[in-house]
């Protein structure tokens, strides 16, 4: 069965730290992948997806993700996390259908 | 911002009463879908529709039914609300599936508390 994983509930990091957060699915083939992000009361906010081509995507307020084929990983990463960067993250693969597997998020505290 | 919209936005409602949440798109997007969020849960699915009047389950269905009598429009229904339904309910859209083109948006969200 597909699955998502982030093991990471919450993870806390200082101003201008770098940030890495984990995603691992089990699907047969490449799925399409996303992260997400939602700031408190808030709907979901889409950060960048992979489809195909280039593995490390770029998406919007300075995220990336690198797509690793052998680890089943796509995770999450910026250089110099900012104190409005404070939300929960989701990371979610879909088949290519209309169905979409969220992982269960991380929670990211930022220390002033 | 895509637009999609949702109401109410809160609500506070009696174990028993039935009660129907609205999503409301302007993109004119083929597929609806209906997720409700729990800690430790992430989103999970409750309905979708793939154009009007087509509506099929998802992985949380049992409880709620759906409508989609007009493109915009995709009606979440708790026939007899349960304290277990209080949740926070998104409602998505996608142009389509299948393709590049997939990517889900996602509306306000609905904070339903069952008494």
């Known amino acids: 069965a597909q699955s998502v994983t982030q093991p990471d509930i919450h993870i806390t990091v200082s101003e201008g730290a770098s940030l890495e957060l984990r995603c691992n699915y089990s699907?047969?083939?490449?799925?399409?992948l996303f992260w997400y992000v939602q700031s408190p009361g808030q709907g979901l906010q889409l950060l960048l997806k992979?489809?195909?081509?280039?593995?490390l995507v770029q998406g919007i307020k300075g995220f990336e993700a690198e797509f690793k084929r052998s680890q089943s990983s796509f995770n999450l990463r910026k250089p110099s996390v900012h104190w409005s960067d404070a939300a929960e993250y989701f990371c979610?693969?879909?088949?290519?259908?209309?169905?979409?597997?969220f992982g269960t998020g991380t929670r990211l505290k930022v220390l002033a | 911002d895509a637009g999609i919209t949702q109401s109410p936005r809160h609500k506070v409602t009696e174990t028993g009463t039935p009660v129907t949440l609205r999503c409301h798109q302007t993109?004119?997007?083929?597929?609806m879908y209906w997720y409700r969020q729990d800690p430790g849960h992430g989103l999970r699915l409750i309905h979708y529709?793939?154009?009007?009047?087509?509506?099929d389950k998802g992985e949380v269905s049992d409880g709620y039914s759906v409508s989609r009598s007009k493109t915009e429009d995709f009606l979440l229904t708790l026939e007899s609300a349960t304290s277990s339904q209080t949740s926070v309910y998104f409602c998505?859209?996608?142009?389509?599936?299948?393709?590049?083109?997939?990517?889900?948006?996602f509306g306000p969200g609905t904070r339903l508390t069952v008494l």
């Open positions: 992979y489809f195909s081509g280039d593995t």
């Open positions: 979610a693969v879909s088949p290519g259908t209309y169905k979409y597997i």
């Open positions: 699907y047969g083939a490449t799925p399409y």
């Open positions: 529709s793939y154009g009007v009047k087509d509506t």
């Open positions: 993109e004119n997007h083929r597929y």
């Open positions: 998505a859209i996608s142009a389509t599936a299948g393709t590049d083109l997939n990517e889900q948006f």
